[in-house]
């Protein structure tokens, strides 16, 4: 693929998997093609008026729940043009992207059998390790940690050996909040720099008048 040389740098959104307790990067997965659209819903965490008192319904419990969705596409065929360059491509096509996304979303093998050796050996109680943290990463403006919620994966074609070439995928996150990890906690702090970032981002928000909105007082 070809770009015009006075072009600017094109920024990619992707994912990170950090170790939560050191921060130290363990993989990046950068996200082949940005996505057209991005989805972002958030849903109020407030004192409902049906609690009883009618004096707590402008107060909020804590942040939003913010849910993000994206579609991104995943396509071979530019490398498979240059396969002396590109044999991971042309021996397995899109599998060991989709792969580093699907790891995600399962506990690591070694995990299992661990656990497996626990159980065989009379543990009464397994705690499940924790894993990676996920960060969500969309601009320098937006690094959240999250959760995947959804996670869907159309493949779209095929080489001769049944490798997928180009797939798309839909996923769903869930922000991490002060609401989901302690404070103390490595992905707490993640959040609250992006809070503090949306806070600054509103101040310089020039802001409007009455006199815009048809009113001259209230």
């Given amino acids: 693929m070809t ?17 939560p307790d050191t921060g130290v990067v363990q993989r990046i997965i950068a996200l082949q093609y940005n996505p057209d659209t991005l989805t972002r819903s958030l849903q109020i965490k407030g004192v409902s008026a049906e609690a009883g008192d009618r004096r707590e319904t402008q107060r909020l419990i804590g942040p939003p729940v913010e849910t993000i969705k994206l579609d991104a596409e995943i396509d071979a065929t530019d490398q498979l043009e240059f396969p002396e360059n590109n044999r991971s491509a042309v021996e397995l096509g899109v599998f060991p992207h989709l792969a580093a996304l699907e790891a995600i979303v399962y506990p690591s093998s070694e995990q299992i059998q661990n ?3 626990l159980a065989r050996s009379g543990a009464l109680e397994i705690a499940p390790m924790e894993s990676l943290l996920t960060l969500f990463i969309w601009s320098k403006q937006r690094v ?6 959804e996670f869907s994966i159309t493949e779209e074609a095929f080489d001769t050996a049944l490798n997928p070439i180009r797939a798309r995928v839909s996923l ?3 922000v991490l909040s002060v609401n989901d990890l ?13 809070h503090q970032q949306k806070e600054r981002m509103a101040a310089q928000h020039p802001g409007g008048t009455l006199q815009m909105l048809g009113i001259t007082r209230i």
């Fill in 144 to 149: 959240v940690p999250v959760l995947f919620t």
């Fill in 182 to 194: 302690p404070f103390s906690h490595r992905g707490n702090s993640l959040f609250m720099a992006y």
């Fill in 115 to 117: 656990n497996d050796s």
């Fill in 172 to 174: 769903g996150m869930r």
């Fill in 3 to 19: 770009t015009f040389p006075n072009a600017p740098r094109l920024v990619k959104g992707g994912i990170v998997l950090i170790a």
